[in-house]
């Protein structure tokens, strides 16, 4: 993260001898990125953090991808993939599913209403969006309350689980990338502080609230990690003598965070902006941007909807939350929905929405995008939930391979 945050105790020295309450001495950890070169954190333990009494396979979900052959957009219906009643047994670990993926990037959605086991993702960081619904997100550097419209960025390696309200139902949207995920760097300053012209800053950006102490034994946690399986994945489970949230303390720049999409301040112009103006995060060839509530495009003869474009270099994924998205009258699209739109493929506006768009000052819509740099493929949540009817909503439905 771009500055440094402290909780609880820590020594006035880092690397030197630090004593708990009971005179039994604190085990410091080191959690950084790129070896000891980038952000990284300390964290005082109560027990030694490599203790392991037992370990044994975990066979992850399903994580087969399949190429986008032919190459076609797609309309993907995500709330399709989970009952209410499903919903009851899947915790935000084991019950994720995977749409979509490369070697950068996975995407996966589940509806969840059970508290996840522990969990660390040791291939990359996380960013997941809460579509709907509340949680607390609870890890070694404390507690992250998350609901509705929330992003939460959680390091690589840390160790953590969802807790879900009893009864609750709560939709959440995984970016798990193979990358560090931070701030869009064109909104950094040298020294990694947001700029003024950003569209959030730091205090936007909520942090762990205190520090967790369980005392629990012979606890396991799942362990996603590179492996030889699908998508060079593969699934550990760790049993530890002692709960990993013992930390009495921790200072550093890398940890947990919270940002809310209704805290983006979005950029508008006289004509159409390209859609760099919605970033909000980026991982290793890939973006995450924001479309949110604004007042759009103010030159006299200005279109408000997206010009027809070529996705050169991108696949682009269009998650569609709430509101009325423009471009997208009269395709199906609706809450819950993603378009693929692969690159290789022109495409915009759906017919009428030009001419629909004249005039307008306001878009009421609210959708998370994610650009990749690298082609994706599909999983088995994309293959059983595409409409099989968006290639051929610009053209009324006239398909000759029916």
Known sequence: MAYYRKLGSVPKTRHTLMKQENGA??????????????????????????????????????????????????HLLLHDLFSDEDAATVDAVTGRRLFLGNGDVRLSYAVVGTTSPLYR???????????????????????????KGDYIIIPRATTHRWVIPEGARTRLYFIEASSHIGPARQYLSKRGQLLEHAPYCERDLRGPEGTLLVDEQDVDIYIKHRGSGPNGLAGTIHTVPEHPFDVIGWDGCLYPYVFNINDYMPITGKVHQPPPVHQVFEGNNFVICNFVPRKVDYHPLSVPVPYYHSNVDSDEIMFYVDGDYEARKGSGIGKGSVSIHPGGHAHGPQPGAVEGSLGAEYFDELAVMVDTFRPLDLGEAALVSDDGKYASSWTGGRWIND
């Open 25 to 74: 001495i604190a085990y410091e950890e080191l959690m950084g990125e790129e070896g000891f070169s980038s952000d990284s954190s300390l964290l005082y333990h109560r027990h030694i953090p490599s203790s392991l009494v037992g370990a044994r396979i975990w066979d992850l979900p399903d994580q087969t991808l399949t190429p986008n052959a032919p190459l076609i957009p797609r």
């Open 121 to 147: 993702n040791g291939v990359g960081d996380e960013c997941v969006y809460v579509e709907d619904g509340d949680a607390v997100v609870e890890t070694v550097f404390g507690a992250l309350p998350v609901s």
